[in-house]
């Protein structure tokens, strides 16, 4: 299995509370994503890198913020968490190169905004 | 920019039945195509996938998938499922060219009887 931790696991979370979850990955590769889970939607984009301190956005980017000062870590941060941010986020990778770009994905964290 | 349709939301099959999941893509060139399975509580797993070559791709578990360009289809099937195939499936397409963002459909859920 590819080296993909997210933290935390589960979070509960008051509306308006600022909230940070953490990727960390082992396998050194260039891309990393931060998508979210819902029923019925799938999983949608929210963020992406493709380098330290390179992101771009995804298909749902209001109300998330990203970083990426190191080529391990990817940050998504909730500035003002809202009760339609619970969901399930997922964080994937991919290696470089114009050929591999299937994602490896971490284990998810559920976070609940009350 | 690509999209991918999973027409059946759910689907129940019996145990030893054959299973067929359907998955159709928009996409301008020759796309790469995937399929991920996601257990229950966990994140997504790669099943298979398909770059180029024969059309007909063989996976993990026991799964295969079949490109037709024609149909704009790459279809999931399985001879004879398990108990433990039972699980939401994604069928996911990318660029070819270098582009490192993958779009995901929304999924199905298979529910396999005894």
């Known amino acids: 299995d590819a080296g993909i931790t997210q933290s935390p696991r589960h979070k509960v979370t008051e509306t308006g509370t600022p909230v940070t979850l953490r990727c960390h990955q082992t396998?050194?590769?260039?891309?990393m994503y931060w998508y979210r889970q819902d029923p019925g939607h799938g999983l949608r984009l929210i963020h992406y890198?493709?380098?330290?301190?390179?992101?771009d956005k995804g298909e749902v980017s209001d109300g998330y913020s990203v970083s990426r000062s190191k080529t391990e870590d990817f940050l998504l941060t909730l500035e003002s968490a809202t009760s339609s941010q619970t969901s399930v986020y997922f964080c994937a990778i991919s290696g470089q190169g114009a050929v591999t770009n299937e994602q490896f994905f971490g284990p998810g964290t559920r976070l609940t905004v009350l | 920019a690509q999209s991918v349709t999973q027409p059946d939301i759910h689907i129940t099959v019996s145990e030893g039945a054959s299973l067929e999941l359907r998955c159709n893509y928009s996409y301008g060139a020759t796309p790469y195509l995937f399929w991920y399975v996601q257990s229950p509580g966990q994140g997504l797993q790669l099943l298979l996938k398909?770059?180029?070559?024969?059309?007909l791709v063989q996976g993990i578990k026991g799964f295969e998938a079949e490109f037709k360009r024609s149909q704009s289809s790459f279809n999931l099937r399985k001879p004879s499922v398990h108990w433990s195939d039972a699980a939401e499936y994604f069928c996911a397409v990318g660029a070819q060219g270098g582009s490192e963002k993958l779009v995901f459909g929304k999924g199905t859920k298979l529910t396999v009887n005894p």
């Open positions: 396998e050194n590769h260039r891309y």
């Open positions: 398909y770059f180029s070559g024969d059309t």
């Open positions: 890198s493709y380098g330290v301190k390179d992101t």
